[in-house]
């Protein structure tokens, strides 16, 4: 606030009346209150689109000392702070014991979501948007009382599952607050990493103090499997390999091994069984490993019928917490997310309604890699839009664990790719702390047909 100083002054006596005039316009204008947060500026913003048709509207009038904001159609109690024993950062931000909850982005598409009584149809047509702001609180929901509410109904909470693909970022703590403020809010996040141990350490740190599952998928360089080896004499040298390139500091019963990146799909046959010699020596170490590695597009149908492929799904689905799927889907483009949809993104649907025909468990999916094309990516408001449809396709399918958008950190080839990625946190932390979705229960027979999901 800013003050006038003391003024003194002798004047003839026709001219107090107009110094008394002024000294009071002087005052007005010392006095003003400067309504912009100190350290705001235009560039702290961060805005993302709210599809009207899947906002909800019930906005209590906010707090007088609080930016405007949609509040949940939940109880409003204030939200409790989780508080690890491990902090991964001295200078973690923590959330205020006094944060309320706020609107969800309900994106229930494909099923029924609550009813009009819990969760008002929107009161207007128009699109809305929310605006994160640097130093702000993230609008967050109260998942627990969600949980409970849909659950009254029959229903199953899921969350948005996007999270990051991670090489070595040009600044160590960048996920620190991404991280922390999703475990705070008991929201399970999604990370995958190569050849850096660092994020997944402070991940896994998290989820030993919470019990929030976080998802964490840890990837060494090192090639695909030699081919002109037997399966069993490839697997075998790749998995020591891969084995003995583990961080010491993960924890192999919590963090996904991801051994083989992109594979010749022209070889599934012999991939096959690979993948099931590297699956008994994945599990007799001890590990939770994920094969294949397939890239957007692959492998073609009739792949998974094989019968080595067949034996090892069957092995991977009765052994969810220790065997997955590792795949990548992507648009190949940043016009349009759904191209070639379900080819590239929402090509694991083959998967299950291969097992599905076939009475295999479906199994656990991993998608290591998502996104457009893998130098670039579309402006923020296109990708959050774009991040919307993809999470609430993966939301209906509790075994599809996460999705790793490509990618933060340097590396050979990429472009200016991480810095375009980077914009991309506080939005989809925001996004991630701010959207839920339903599905019905039991959640695990979600249909196949793609067509339910355009």
Not at 132 to 148: G, Y
Not at 272 to 289: I, N
Request: with cysteine.
């Amino acid at each position: 606030m800013k003050r006038c100083p003391a003024r003194k002054a002798i004047l003839p006596r026709d001219h107090i009346l107009l110094l008394a005039i002024l000294l009071l316009l002087l005052a007005a204008g010392c006095t003003r209150e400067d309504v912009v947060p100190a350290g705001t500026t235009a560039a702290d913003e961060y805005v993302y689109p709210v599809d009207s048709a899947t906002a909800t509207a019930a906005y209590p009038a906010p707090a007088t000392d609080a930016p405007a904001r949609p509040a949940t159609a939940y109880p409003a109690a204030p939200q409790p702070t989780r508080t690890p024993t491990a902090q991964i950062s001295s200078t973690r931000p923590t959330a205020e014991a006094t944060e309320a909850s706020y609107l969800p982005i309900v994106g229930n598409d494909g099923y029924p979501g609550p009813p009009a009584t819990t969760t008002p149809a929107p009161q207007s047509a128009s699109p809305t948007a929310t605006v994160v702001t640097a130093n702000q609180p993230v609008p967050t929901l109260d998942f627990a009382t969600l949980e409970e509410e849909l659950a009254r109904q029959n229903q199953a909470l899921a969350y948005s599952k996007i999270g990051f693909h991670v090489t070595f970022m040009e600044q160590k703590g960048m996920l620190d607050e991404w991280m922390q403020r999703q475990d705070e809010a008991g929201v399970p996040f999604y990370l995958k990493t190569v050849d850096n141990a660092e994020p997944l350490y402070k991940a896994q740190q998290l989820r030993e103090a919470s019990g929030v599952p976080h998802t964490l998928v840890f990837r060494a360089t090192g090639g695909v499997p030699d081919y002109d080896l037997s399966p069993e004499e490839a697997a075998l040298e790749h998995w020591i390999f891969h084995r003995d390139k583990f961080p010491p500091e993960l924890d192999p019963s919590v963090v996904w091994v991801e051994t083989v990146n992109e594979v010749d799909k022209n070889r599934a046959a012999w991939l096959a069984e690979f993948a099931l010699e590297t699956a008994r020596l994945a599990m007799a170490d001890g590990f939770k490993w994920a094969a294949f590695g397939w890239a957007p597009g692959e492998p073609e149908p009739e792949h998974w019928e094989l019968p080595a492929m067949l034996e090892f799904l069957r092995l991977a689905g009765e052994n969810p917490d220790r065997l997955a799927i590792a795949v990548h889907e992507g648009s190949l483009t940043t016009e349009n997310i759904r191209a070639l949809y379900p080819y590239r993104l929402g090509r694991f649907l083959q998967l299950f309604e291969t097992c599905d025909r076939y009475g295999i468990p479906r199994p656990t999916v991993l998608i290591t890699e998502w996104g457009w094309e893998y130098d670039n990516i579309p402006d923020i408001d296109k990708a959050i839009e774009d991040i919307h449809w993809a999470a609430s396709l993966y939301a209906r399918f509790p075994q599809v664990k996460g999705a790793a958008i490509w990618n933060l950190g340097t590396g050979c080839c990429f472009g200016n790719v991480s810095e375009q990625v980077r914009d991309l946190i506080d939005p989809l932390l925001a996004f991630n702390l701010s959207t839920y979705f339903t599905a019905p229960q039991p959640p695990d027979k979600a249909p196949t047909d793609p067509t339910l999901y355009q």
